[in-house]
């Protein structure tokens, strides 16, 4: 049976503590120089709606790294759902790949590509979740803190799909997650409940980021508009304003807070430049550990 990684829940928590000590070993090889290429021979299509920098880059360098080829097909290439049905694409790209990387804009498509594929599809993004995304921010966490037990994790801004992939990986691993987001721009309301039925982590949505931040070990944000939002993005400025993180709502964190961003930053709208450049910001560990963790999913997606 070929298994996908669509959510962060597809994984156990063993898998994805599995996934993250294949992380370990092999970014500890390439920071000695060493070369591990189990996947000679293999092939990743790429399929990318909407644009990215760190996704691309670090499966394609992934890849490379691990001895196999990506292929890169981007928003003007195949049209999925428009200009070839999902489940036509889906078989295609299996008879010529061994893996599927994909970032839509519908969810129900990353769905569909997964069901019709014969090979493995990760999602690289659609408009519901960002997996991979958490699953590097939360290994970076530990890279910092060991573990996660007493930490509180306080997400500003909107419930937006790395806010609900966030809380899919507090359904796996316990923690405590608060958000803090405008009234209307809450996270998904079936992955929050499923988040609390399987009660393993404390899960807060509030409107207030004073509140959220305060004493908190990590700060996370990301955009106020996400890709395909643009024409929103005025009206969610005037939402979103007073929930920017600034100097002045990190004071309310705890001195050695983390400071994260998925990236892209529209800096001067939910961060600052004091914040994302200041001492506490593990920003691009976290854009580094896009590659190392990724490539243990795509390792064990094909063991
Ligand atoms: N964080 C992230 O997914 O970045 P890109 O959109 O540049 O791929
Ligand atoms: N929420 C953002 C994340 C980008 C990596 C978006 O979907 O555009």
Known sequence: MKRDFVHITDFSSDEI???????ATMKAL???GKEYTPLKGKNMAMIFAKPSARTRISFETGMSQLGGHAIYLGPNDIGIGKREAVRDIARVIARYDDIIMARLFDHTHMLELAEYSTVPVINGLTDLNHPCQIMAD??????????????KIAFIGDGNNVANSW???A?????HFVLASPNGYDPDETILKNAHNVGISRIEVLHDPVEAVRDADV???DVWASMGQETEAELRRKAFMPFQVNGNLMKHAKKDVLVMHCLPAHRGDEITDE??????SIVFDEAENRMHVQKAIIVKLLQ
């Open 17 to 23: 503590q599995e996934v993250f000590d294949l992380t």
């Open 30 to 32: 390439v920071k000695k």
């Open 138 to 151: 939360i290994f970076t966490v530990l890279e910092h803190r060991k573990h996660l037990n007493d930490l």
């Open 167 to 169: 809380i899919n990986l």
């Open 171 to 175: 359904a796996r691993l316990p923690m």
């Open 219 to 221: 700060v996370y944000t």
């Open 275 to 280: 914040v994302i450049d200041s001492p506490n």
